[in-house]
C-alpha cells in the first residue's frame, strides 16, 4: 500500500526557516511530479510548489523564499521554507503525480509561524 508522510514542520518565529520531507513507501510507480500544497484555516488549498524533472514552479507568494527539490530514485520530496511569514502558517500537504495517472496525498504537517 501507498503512503506519503510529510514531516518538519512545527513553530517558528517570523523571518526562521523550516525543512518539510514527504516520504513515500510502497509500490507508487513512476513519479511525473511532485508537489506541496498548503491549507490555511477558512482558505482554500493552495499549490506551494511543483517540480517536474528538473523545471519547478511556485506560487508568486513563495517565490524567492522556498525551494522544492525531489529524488525520485528515493521517493523523497522536500520543501525548504525560508523568511517565513505569519500568513505561512497553514498545513503543508505532499502530493505525488505518477506517469500511471495515480495521485497521492500525505496527511498533512502543521507549519505555525509567529510574529
Known amino acids: 500500500q501507498v503512503q506519503l508522510v510529510e514531516s518538519g514542520g512545527g513553530l517558528v518565529q517570523a523571518g526562521g526557516s523550516l525543512r518539510l520531507s514527504c516520504a513515500a513507501s510502497?509500490?507508487?510507480?513512476?513519479?511525473?511530479?511532485m508537489r506541496w500544497y498548503r491549507q490555511a484555516p477558512g482558505k482554500q488549498r493552495e499549490l506551494v510548489a511543483s517540480?517536474?524533472?528538473?523545471?519547478?514552479n511556485y506560487a508568486d507568494s513563495v517565490k524567492g523564499r522556498f525551494t522544492i527539490s525531489g529524488d525520485n530514485a528515493k521517493k523523497m520530496v522536500y520543501l525548504q521554507l525560508n523568511s517565513l511569514k505569519p500568513e505561512d502558517t497553514a498545513v503543508y500537504y505532499c502530493?505525488?503525480?505518477?506517469?500511471?495517472?495515480?495521485?497521492?496525498w500525505g496527511q498533512g504537517t502543521q507549519v505555525t509561524v509567529s510574529s
Open positions: 510502497g509500490s507508487i510507480g513512476s513519479i511525473k511530479t
Open positions: 517540480i517536474t524533472g528538473s523545471t519547478t
Open positions: 502530493n505525488l503525480l505518477t506517469w500511471g495517472m495515480s495521485n497521492y
